[in-house]
């Protein structure tokens, strides 16, 4: 659908501009209203200066240069796109010109968090690995985990008990059974304790899974409201948040932790689910634009591989599209 120069339409930051730019590179409409909205006040061409600034260091503005400006919007010899009528100005930092909001926020908020959390994780962790990076670790129990991309986990063993903390990510555990010691996984604020069994723990970004491939596990969650006390067969699924009641589902006892199989298998979930789910998979940042978008069901069977051929499956999947602004910044919009 064509996007018009009606100011209810148009973007307002200049980080929507970007991303809209790169959407319908050949709309006039679009490329008359942002240059009215970069005239229109000082502070624009800076925003859109320090916009550019940032994407530069994330990377090549590859999509960006490919972004035709035409019918005069720009002098002769000037980059498409990033020409400001306006000149260059030092910028001291303060909180309202720090006020981006947007897209660009998202990505500069995603690498503090990236790089930030990996330095405190690496201080309390035993195992952790970083993207796209899978690894096991065998426990002197007999016992092993096939640890996920970017995950991190705890191992404390004991006398009377054997513990993992899941502190980041996801993780198979194939347990060597010891009844007078239990194995007991902990993730956030639920206990997944061993009762003879092979099961995968993923921490989401508003809750815990835990889905059994075979034996039994007994999950616990004293902190949730209900209180969750529940035994897990092979094929049983169950996902505990804060947020909402839990869920519990079923599904192939093959399909458990596919992804250790190197496939992210989706059965009607939402498109934000699924992202979420390769994020760890790209070496950079993944944004999801539209609200409407995010909560589409989706289908499919996806390598994890190929985490950016996967992202454009989902795209394609919903009439979405999918921008690569960057080596390191992805944009799917719909």
């Known amino acids: 659908m064509e996007r018009?120069?009606?100011?209810?339409?148009?973007?307002?930051?200049?980080?929507?501009?970007?991303?809209?730019?790169?959407?319908e590179p050949d709309n006039s409409d679009l490329r008359?209203?942002?240059?009215?909205?970069?005239?229109?006040?000082?502070?624009?061409?800076?925003?859109?200066?320090?916009?550019?600034?940032?994407?530069?260091?994330?990377?090549?503005?590859r999509a960006m240069d490919v972004v035709p400006f035409r019918d005069g919007l720009a002098p002769p010899g000037r980059p498409?796109?990033?020409?400001?009528?306006?000149?260059?100005?030092q910028r001291s930092v303060s909180s309202r010109r720090l006020g981006w909001g947007g897209a660009m926020t998202a990505a500069a908020a995603c690498l503090v968090f990236l790089f930030g959390s990996d330095l405190a994780l690496r201080l309390e962790a035993d195992h952790l690995t970083g993207v796209a990076e899978s690894r096991t670790v065998r426990l002197a129990d007999g016992s092993s985990i096939l640890l996920g991309p970017q995950s991190a986990v705890d191992v404390v063993f004991g006398e009377r008990e054997r513990r993992v903390r899941l502190l980041k990510g996801e993780a198979f555990f194939d347990v060597a059974h010891e009844a007078r010691r239990p194995f007991t996984v902990l993730a956030r604020d639920v206990a997944a304790t061993d009762l003879g069994t092979a099961f995968d723990v993923r921490i989401t970004p508003d809750g815990t899974d835990i889905a059994v491939r075979q034996g039994l596990v007994q999950v616990?969650?004293?902190a949730v409201r209900p209180m969750v006390s529940e035994q897990l067969a092979a094929g049983d699924r169950i996902r505990i948040s804060a947020a909402r009641p839990p869920a519990r589902d079923?599904?192939?006892?093959?399909?458990?932790?596919s992804w250790t199989q190197g496939q992210l298998i989706a059965k009607n979930r939402p498109v934000a689910e699924v992202v979420d789910e390769l994020r760890p998979y790209f070496k950079g940042i993944i944004l999801l634009r539209g609200e409407s978008l995010a909560r589409q069901p989706l289908t499919g069977v996806y390598n994890l591989a190929d985490p950016v051929g996967a992202l454009r499956a989902v795209a394609r999947a919903q009439g979405a599209s999918l921008h690569r602004i960057s080596p390191w910044l992805l944009v799917i919009s719909g």
């Open 32 to 61: 008359a209203a942002f240059a009215v909205w970069l005239a229109a006040d000082p502070a624009h061409a800076v925003d859109w200066a320090e916009m550019r600034r940032t994407v530069a260091a994330i990377g090549q503005l």
């Open 250 to 257: 079923r599904i192939p006892p093959d399909e458990v932790a």
């Open 4 to 23: 018009t120069a009606n100011p209810v339409e148009s973007p307002k930051k200049a980080s929507e501009w970007m991303v809209a730019l790169a959407e």
């Open 80 to 89: 498409p796109l990033f020409w400001s009528p306006f000149p260059a100005r």
């Open 220 to 222: 616990d969650a004293v």
